[in-house]
């Protein structure tokens, strides 16, 4: 009987509804609340909207966000400092230029923008800016890690130097001010390899670190924040190898939070039931700031490559217990690391940050530190370590291939390196 009258109800709709003209009276409906919020704006907004009309359209998953309120604009503009540096200011995805245009006015005398689609221009700015120094380029910046991938494969197009011909280092080096500000959106999940990018970049001095630390002001939604800002009771899917060495290598804070309805195009509205929690407001932007450590209290500069394999290594598996997978490199050590009040039944993926460099140095100051497999094993991933992209380079599966900068390293990744101490090797043939 219960099915009987599921079937008269579907014929039912069937006869009388038409799931196109739902699914368009739902787009239309979200819609008519982007033209809602358009007549609130002030004039000179609005017609910012008229003239790149798509930007009022929902999209499922937008790839890029662009300011349009400018009070927004001049709130992100007070916080990029103006401390006389010899660079510009690297923008990227300026889209109309709103934030641009609130850092000229502030003072910053010469910006790099990197624009990501040729629907904006920079002509408008520089005809209004005449003093200024604007530089454009029609290329997105946080695909870096992609360009550096292509030079990897074809070293004779410089595309990486391209982007950044013409910066100057930093006058004291890694321990003066930061030699590069970057300013810019970040909109997806996607847009985080950018963020390993620098990671790994900072960890080999490479690209933007090249001239010096590296000073970035992000907007990023929730989605983003609660990654760069995990702990570990966010959860293992947020506390990864990825996002606790960003917080090793960089000081990330929360510098203001501003509403999301400012940066256009608007997501189409999802089903929020079938969506996993956050602990942050979806309805807010983030600024954060991100700024290279000059460096990391107790770690030698010479440490720093043995203190990333580390990380890596050991919190892919962030259940994995801390003392047994310690033992399979040094026997013996675990006696040191319960005096210092690590139980046997601690995880990894229980200790924050700091605890975790704390972890690697009472390990590396181990007698046996030199010789045990742990050194051998960090020879033999060296060359991952100072440039990832050689990880699909070797690999046997899929050669070739433009690695997943997307996918934090799991157990099952098949790009990852799995190495095991000698003696267990041994212990199982």
């Not at 368009?24 to 982007?34: C, G, K, L, P, Q």
């Not at 590296?214 to 506390?239: D, N």
Request: charged share 25%.
């Amino acid at each position: 009987m219960r099915s009987f009258l599921r079937g008269e109800l579907l014929r039912y709709y069937r006869r009388n509804f038409s799931w196109t003209s739902v699914n368009e009276a739902r787009r239309r409906a979200s819609h008519a609340d982007v033209d809602v919020f358009c007549q609130t704006l002030p004039e000179n907004e609005r017609n910012i909207l008229d003239q790149y009309s798509s930007l009022r359209r929902r999209i499922s998953t937008p790839s890029s966000l662009y300011c349009v309120e400018q009070t927004v604009a001049d709130r992100v503009a007070n916080l990029v400092l103006n401390d006389g540096t010899a660079n510009p200011v690297l923008e990227v995805r300026p889209g109309p230029g709103l934030i641009t245009r609130a850092m000229l006015r502030q003072g910053i005398p010469a910006i790099r923008l990197f624009q990501d689609s040729a629907l904006f221009g920079a002509s408008s700015i520089k005809r209004d800016f005449p003093d200024a120094a604007i530089d454009s380029i029609m290329d997105d910046l946080l695909l870096l890690s992609k360009r550096d991938y292509a030079d990897f494969q074809d070293p004779t197009e410089h595309r990486v130097a391209r982007l950044l011909d013409g910066l100057q280092p930093a006058e004291n080096g890694w321990r003066g001010d930061p030699a590069l500000k970057i300013v810019g959106t970040l909109c997806s999940r996607k847009d985080m390899a950018f963020l390993r990018y620098m990671t790994s970049s900072c960890l080999s001095r490479r690209t933007l670190f090249q001239f010096g630390r590296v000073r970035s002001v992000f907007i990023v939604p929730s989605s983003i924040y609660e990654h760069v800002t995990a702990r570990p009771t966010s959860g293992f899917i947020l506390y990864k190898s990825s996002n606790i060495l960003l917080q090793l290598l960089f000081d990330v804070k929360l510098l203001d939070t501003v509403p999301r309805s400012a940066f256009f195009p608007w997501p189409l509205a999802k089903n929020v039931a079938r969506k996993r929690r956050s602990n942050f407001n979806e309805d807010h932007m983030y600024i954060v700031s991100i700024e290279a450590k000059r460096d990391i209290p107790g770690v030698p500069e010479t440490q720093m490559r043995e203190l990333a394999f580390f990380i890596f290594h050991h919190l892919t598996s962030r259940s994995r217990t801390v003392i047994p997978a310690l033992e399979q490199w040094i026997p013996g050590c675990g006696v040191k690391l319960i005096e210092q009040g690590h139980g046997i039944f601690t995880r990894f993926g229980d200790l924050e940050p700091d605890k975790l460099k704390d972890l690697f140095l009472i390990f590396a100051s181990h007698p046996e530190y030199e010789s045990c497999a742990f050194k051998e094993a960090l020879n033999l991933a060296q060359d991952a370590i100072d440039f990832p992209f050689s990880l699909a380079d070797v690999s046997e599966k899929k050669p070739g291939v433009v690695p997943d900068l997307d996918a934090d390293h799991d157990e099952s990744d098949e790009h990852h390196i799995s190495v095991q101490p000698r003696h267990r090797l041994a212990d199982e043939a």
